[in-house]
């Protein structure tokens, strides 16, 4: 499956010019691009980069890849980021490591999004993977209240789990924005723009996994080669 990753990497790779502005996704697919473009860059390619994670901007720091922020440029040429499932009209869940806030920035100041993934992650529907939701700590319960009436209207229903960190010790995760996150298992999507609609109109939702028509390319890397699909 790495394997994968990396030659749907590789193939983003090679969208990428001089003198681009890159958005810098997060994840472990994302890894294997920002590891490939390090060693392009030692090799003489000028690019900059906006790191979408505190992880990412740490592996781009030590591949050598030259950093900016959004403040300091006016777009993106390019963001070239994972997900955790895509669907034929290249709407995505992403946010499984979550990132999802700051790749959603990201992604939405940039001109192009490529997105790089092995074929496991192509759906029909999306819904599988548990959809997460960056919430505000303050007033939690009314938040998830408010969540569940937006799942209700969008007839899906799920159960919330509160992400917790990985260490195992209990300890609520904490996003680089100082947010938690909501991860719900909604089964399939019916109308994934108005779900995000009605998420988005919720004060307490910081953002969610949905990635409605952000998506411009996908890179799917599987048994048998390499697919590229554009959003239709
Ligand atoms: O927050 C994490 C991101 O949305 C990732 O891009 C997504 O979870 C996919 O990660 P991976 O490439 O590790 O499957």
Same mark, same amino acid.
């Given at each position: 499956?790495?394997?994968?990753?990396?030659?749907?990497?590789?193939?983003?790779?090679?969208?990428? =010019?001089?003198?681009?502005?890159?958005?810098?996704?997060?994840?472990?697919?994302?890894?294997?691009?920002?590891?490939?473009?390090?060693?392009?860059? =030692?090799? %003489?390619?000028?690019?900059?980069?906006? /790191?979408?994670?505190?992880?990412?901007?740490?592996? $781009?720091?030590?591949?050598?890849? /030259?950093?900016?922020?959004?403040?300091?440029?006016?777009?993106?040429?390019?963001?070239?980021?994972?997900a955790?499932?895509?669907? /034929?009209?290249?709407?995505?869940? #992403? %946010?499984?490591?979550?990132?999802?806030?700051?790749? #959603?920035?990201?992604?939405?100041?940039?001109?192009?999004?490529?997105?790089i993934a092995d074929?496991?992650k192509?759906?029909?529907?999306?819904?599988?993977?548990?959809?997460?939701?960056?919430?505000?700590?303050? !007033?939690?319960? $009314?938040?998830?209240?408010?969540? @569940?009436?937006?799942?209700?209207?969008?007839?899906?229903?799920?159960?919330?789990?509160?992400?917790?960190? !990985? $260490?195992?010790?209990?300890?609520?995760?904490? @996003?680089?924005?100082?947010?938690?996150?909501?991860?719900?298992?909604?089964?399939?999507?019916?109308?994934? /723009?108005?779900?995000?609609?009605?998420?988005?109109?919720?004060?307490?939702?910081?953002?969610? %996994?949905?990635?409605?028509?952000?998506?411009?390319?996908?890179?799917l890397?599987? $048994?048998? %080669?390499?697919?590229?699909?554009?959003?239709?």
């Amino acid at each position: 499956m790495d394997a994968l990753k990396r030659q749907a990497a590789a193939r983003a790779l090679e969208e990428v =010019r001089s003198g681009m502005k890159l958005g810098l996704g997060t994840g472990s697919t994302a890894k294997h691009f920002v590891d490939l473009l390090g060693e392009k860059v =030692r090799a %003489g390619l000028k690019v900059v980069g906006v /790191p979408t994670s505190e992880a990412t901007r740490a592996q $781009a720091e030590a591949c050598g890849v /030259p950093l900016t922020t959004l403040d300091d440029v006016d777009h993106l040429d390019l963001t070239i980021d994972g997900a955790d499932e895509i669907n /034929p009209a290249l709407d995505l869940i #992403k %946010g499984g490591g979550g990132a999802l806030l700051r790749e #959603k920035i990201v992604a939405n100041a940039s001109d192009r999004m490529i997105v790089i993934a092995d074929e496991t992650k192509w759906v029909e529907r999306l819904g599988r993977f548990p959809l997460p939701v960056e919430v505000i700590p303050f !007033g939690l319960a $009314a938040t998830q209240r408010a969540m @569940t009436e937006a799942f209700a209207k969008a007839g899906v229903s799920g159960q919330m789990v509160l992400r917790k960190a !990985g $260490a195992g010790d209990g300890h609520v995760f904490v @996003t680089d924005g100082g947010h938690w996150i909501i991860d719900v298992r909604l089964g399939e999507i019916e109308d994934p /723009p108005r779900l995000a609609g009605l998420l988005s109109a919720i004060p307490g939702v910081v953002e969610h %996994g949905l990635f409605i028509g952000l998506g411009s390319t996908a890179i799917l890397a599987g $048994a048998q %080669g390499i697919r590229v699909i554009q959003r239709p």
